[in-house]
């Protein structure tokens, strides 16, 4: 879950420095703390968890439930994830703007006109 946090970060970075995605200017760089610092930490912290998990199955006795409990949470959480993410629960995008493909951002906290 961590490493997708952090690539949506990253992800969403990418796509406001490209002019992809239009936001607050004051939001700019808060944008690119999140592109350059926190995106790529919480995948390096999920990458880090995930081996220190893969480690732990490895060494349990259990091996097989150990996996499909595992598996199951990663899952339930990642659809979750995506639901919210196709959902647009927490995006604060609104209307697209009138630039071709630019998606205007709304600054946190305040709903969509």
Wanted: proline share 5%; aromatic share 8%; charged share 10%.
């Amino acid at each position: 879950m961590l490493t997708w946090h952090g690539m949506l970060f990253v992800g969403q970075g990418i796509l406001v420095e490209a002019g992809t995605v239009a936001i607050d200017p004051a939001l700019r760089s808060i944008s690119r703390w999140y592109l350059g610092l926190w995106g790529p930490w919480f995948v390096l912290g999920g990458l880090a968890f995930g081996a220190a998990a893969r480690a732990h199955v490895l060494a349990s006795p259990d091996r097989r439930r150990e996996r499909a409990a595992g598996i199951v949470s990663a899952a339930g959480g990642l659809g979750l994830s995506v639901i919210a993410l196709v959902a647009g629960i927490g995006q604060g995008l609104s209307r697209p703007s009138a630039g071709a493909g630019v998606v205007q951002a709304a600054p946190l906290g305040r709903a969509s006109p």
